[in-house]
Antibody, heavy 121, light 110 residues
Framework: QVQLVQSGAEVKKPGASVKVSCKAS????????MHWVRQAPGQGLEWMGV????????TYAQKFQGRVTMTRDTSTSTVYMELSSLRSEDTAVYYC??????????????WGQGTLVTVSS | QSVLTQPPSVSAAPGQKVTISCSGS????????VSWYQQLPGTAPKLLIY???ERPSGIPDRFSGSKSGTSATLGITGLQTGDEAHYYC???????????FGGGTKLTVL
């Protein structure tokens, strides 16, 4: 069965970086685009960007340009999201999500369990 | 401020029907399919509706979706207490070249 398993919670200081992983199983890793979405406490969903696990190409939301880097490791079927220059407003749950059908963007049929990143001095 | 506009909250009694609107523009809802997600407290979002009106397997037919122009609607009939959750619409915005979501709607089953 399809599973997206994310790394555990992180606590970081302002100005630091965080790298969240999302390990995929149960499907052909390189056939599905993977997105990252975050949710601040008590807030809605916010799209961060997308990575093509096949070629590694990425597209990021304008808001995160220059601070976010999405990568993948095909040998372990894992995608990563690294966010730098962290500030308190980056405190959120970060989700990876698979796009159905192998297209660049459509609907998200599977989500990771989420990773809480807390930024605090 | 979210690109797609949803009412912050809706409520109805058990067994009743409720609709949740999602308003956008020609660059997002007006030109792309809309998906809907249910988020129970403390859990990841779950796909409810895709391609504006299709249900994934396992989603009861109490949930339905529709789209007209730059607005989409999620309908839930036969409300149950277990339906209490936040509901989000989402799509792609061609002008922004970004994924966009509504701000979410909290459903309360009274």
């Amino acid at each position: 069965q399809v599973q997206l398993v994310q790394s555990g919670a992180e606590v970081k200081k302002p100005g630091a970086s965080v790298k969240v992983s999302c390990k995929a199983s149960g499907f052909s890793f390189t056939s599905y685009y993977m997105h990252w979405v975050r949710q601040a406490p008590g807030q809605g969903l916010e799209w961060m960007g997308v990575i093509n696990p096949s070629g590694g190409g990425t597209t990021y939301a304008q808001k995160f340009q220059g601070r976010v880097t999405m990568t993948r490791d095909t040998s372990t079927s894992t995608v990563y999201m690294e966010l730098s220059s962290l500030r308190s407003e980056d405190t959120a749950v970060y989700y990876c999500a698979r796009v159905a059908g192998g297209s660049y963007y459509d609907y998200f049929d599977y989500w990771g369990q989420g990773t809480l990143v807390t930024v605090s001095s | 401020q979210s690109v797609l506009t949803q009412p912050p909250s809706v409520s109805a009694a058990p067994g009743q029907k409720v609709t949740i609107s999602c308003s956008g523009s020609s660059s997002n809802v007006g030109s792309n399919s809309v998906s809907w997600y249910q988020q129970l407290p403390g859990t990841a979002p779950k796909l409810l509706i895709y391609d504006s009106n299709e249900r994934p397997s396992g989603i009861p037919d109490r949930f339905s979706g529709s789209k007209s122009g730059t607005s989409a609607t999620l309908g839930i009939t036969g409300l149950q207490t277990g339906d209490e959750a936040h509901y989000y619409c989402g799509t792609w915005d061609r002008s922004l070249s970004e994924g966009v979501f509504g701000g979410g709607t909290k459903l309360t089953v009274l």
